[in-house]
C-alpha cells in the first residue's frame, strides 16, 4: 500500500481539497508554492501512462474541477500542471498555482510550511469545488 492510498484511506492526515468516487485531492507537503495540490487515482498504479484511457481522461476532468477551484481560492495567474511521478510508486498529477513560470521550479521547495496556513488554503480550495 502506498503512501497515497494510506492517505486516501485516512490512515495518514493530510489536507485534503477534493475527492470523488475515484480520484482525490489534497495539498502537497512539500510544495513548490502555496496552494500545491496532488490529484491521484483511488486505484494504486505507479506509471500514469498504464492508467487506462477511460480513467486517465476522467482524472484529467476531475483535475481541471480543482484547479479551477484553486484559481478561485488562491490570487495567481494560471495553474500549471506537472506528471513527474519518480518519488512515490502511485501516479499523480501535480496542480501548481502560478504567478510565473520560476513558480513551477521542483527544485525550490517552501521549507517547513505553516499548518495553519496550509489549513486555510485546502479549506479554500475545498469551498470553491464543485463535482
Sequence with gaps: MTIFSRIIAGEIPCYKVAEDDR???FLDINPVNWGH???VPKRETDYIFDIDD???AAMIVFSKKVAKAMKEAITCRKIGMAVLGLEVPHAHI???PLKNEGDMDFAHKIS???PEKMKQIAKAI???FEA
Excluded: G, Q, R, W
Design 23 to 25: 480520484f482525490f485531492a
Design 37 to 39: 495540490t496532488l490529484v
Design 54 to 56: 477511460e480513467e486517465l
Design 94 to 96: 501535480h496542480l501548481v
Design 112 to 114: 517547513d510550511p505553516d
Design 126 to 128: 475545498s469551498d470553491k
